[in-house]
């Protein structure tokens, strides 16, 4: 149902945009979110937008990443900026279609999963 794309290597301070591709439009999923996970380490919520456009943000990104979804084209984003090496992570999209409880940012509300797209990020 998700499908990401948009990774890649960048140097520290550039950008990336993710894309995610939703099965259905993105109006009708009650949240959609970004996750990573780098390795050896748990998968953590990075940026949530719920159905009415309303975003949740990690403290960690804040002010640097911004989620954004576009309901027409079935598609989900994440413009990463002032990237930093603690960046570098596998970047998973996910879908909540509704029912769940719980923080936005936790990964168990969400029914849902991409198959991941890697970040990688120079000094």
């Known amino acids: 149902q998700l499908v990401e794309s948009g990774g890649g290597s960048v140097q520290a301070g550039g950008s990336l945009r993710l894309s995610c591709t939703t099965a259905?439009?993105?109006?009708?999923?009650?949240?959609l979110a970004w996750f990573r996970q780098a390795p050896g380490k748990e998968r953590l919520g990075v940026a949530a937008?719920?159905?009415?456009?309303?975003?949740t943000y990690a403290d960690s990104v804040k002010d640097r990443f911004f989620i954004s979804k576009d309901n027409g084209a079935n598609t989900l984003y994440l413009q990463m900026n002032s990237l930093k090496p603690e960046d570098a992570a596998m970047y998973y999209c996910?879908?909540?279609?509704?029912?769940?409880?719980?923080?936005?940012?936790?990964?168990?509300?969400?029914?849902?999963w991409g198959q991941g797209t890697q970040v990688t990020v120079s000094p």
């Open positions: 996910a879908a909540d279609v509704g029912g769940s409880a719980g923080p936005v940012l936790d990964t168990g509300r969400y029914d849902y």
């Open positions: 259905a439009t993105t109006y009708t999923y009650t949240y």
């Open positions: 937008v719920a159905w009415d456009g309303t975003t």
